[in-house]
């Protein structure tokens, strides 16, 4: 059973525009939450994290957003350049079991210049 | 050079072979993970070790077994390879810390004929 989805399996963006992906969990107990950039061949890189005592977190051009309510964050990349296109994972876990992280399946996102 | 490297980077093999992927880390992190990834499915946890003397199973363990033969070496077996093992495998590593942010080796390319 799949804890962590993301619903979108690609995004095409032009260049300069917002990016936005979006990410939903289930599980009530995840508190910490990650953001992983992958290109082709390479493994994924960490991007971005936020925790459940925050509702937001920014790192130059790359935001995250965490509803917890609605059990749902979202990464936004202004503005958006052609070297952002990469898959990405965001990935959430439980301090209750210590460094195990749940992964979504991965967002395809394209930037066309 | 790379932090966390992943011998080999490619791998076909025939069912019911035994193989061994093999992952070693200078960054000093104390935490070893291994994932596989499939399409559509993301990236999930096999198994992962605390330290030396600490291994747990992750989410997908049968019919995989590890070895952490020291701080910087964490190796995955697959005793008997069958099809369904056909995958991308990621070496990962973290600092002791809870939530931590993991630290992702290139990736092993394996596929079970």
């Known amino acids: 059973d799949q804890q962590v989805k993301q619903n979108s399996p690609s995004l095409s963006v032009q260049e300069g525009r917002i990016s936005i992906l979006n990410c939903d969990y289930t599980n009530s107990m995840f508190d910490y939450f990650l953001w992983y950039k992958k290109y082709p061949a390479e493994g994924p890189t960490f991007l971005i994290s936020i925790s459940s005592i925050k509702d937001k977190n920014e790192d130059g051009r790359f935001t995250v957003f965490l509803n917890k309510s609605a059990k749902h964050l979202s990464l936004h990349i202004v503005p958006s350049q052609p070297g952002d296109s990469a898959v990405y994972f965001c990935?959430?876990?439980?301090?209750?079991?210590?460094?195990?992280?749940?992964f979504g399946t991965g967002t395809s996102l394209t930037v066309i210049p | 050079d790379a932090d966390v490297t992943q011998t080999p980077r490619n791998r076909i093999t025939k069912t019911g072979k035994r193989i061994m992927l093999e992952c070693s880390q200078t960054?000093?992190?104390?935490?070893m993970y291994w994932y596989r990834q499939d399409p559509g499915l993301g990236l999930r946890l096999i198994y992962y070790?605390?330290?030396?003397?600490?291994?747990n199973k992750g989410e997908i363990s049968d019919g995989y077994s590890v070895s952490r033969q020291a701080q910087a070496k964490f190796s995955l077996s697959l005793e008997s390879a069958i099809p369904n093992q056909t995958a991308l495998y990621f070496c990962a590593t973290s600092r002791a810390d809870i939530q931590e942010t993991q630290y992702f080796g290139p990736g092993t390319r394996l596929l079970v004929l």
């Open positions: 990935a959430a876990s439980a301090g209750s079991t210590g460094n195990q992280f749940y």
């Open positions: 070790s605390f330290d030396v003397k600490d291994i």
């Open positions: 960054k000093g992190h104390d935490r």
